[in-house]
């Protein structure tokens, strides 16, 4: 699970961003930190790199992979 410390730093939202998944080997849609869904793993990418593919971890569950977003960050103008 992801940590953080200063929580005052960050903004909770309701943005749509968050509710998607995504599959491996595809395009992060936004920059930040993704959770796979299922193995809890967790990654920090840059917008538009590849999120990692199948092989990323090895699953005792057979569960399926899916990056879903966490957190992003907000660039200023
Ligand atoms: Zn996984």
Redesign the pocket.
């Known amino acids: 699970m992801a940590l953080y410390k200063n929580g005052g730093a960050l903004t909770h939202t309701l943005d749509n961003a968050f509710d998607g998944t995504h599959s491996p080997g595809t395009a992060a849609p936004h920059p930040g930190i993704y959770k ?1 869904t ?4 967790e990654i920090a990418i840059a917008g538009g790199h590849t999120l990692p593919p199948q092989n ?2 090895q ?1 005792n569950t057979g ?1 399926r ?1 899916a990056w879903q977003l966490l957190v992003y960050p907000v660039q200023q103008n």
């Open positions: 796979c299922g193995c809890g793993d990323h971890r699953h569960a992979i």
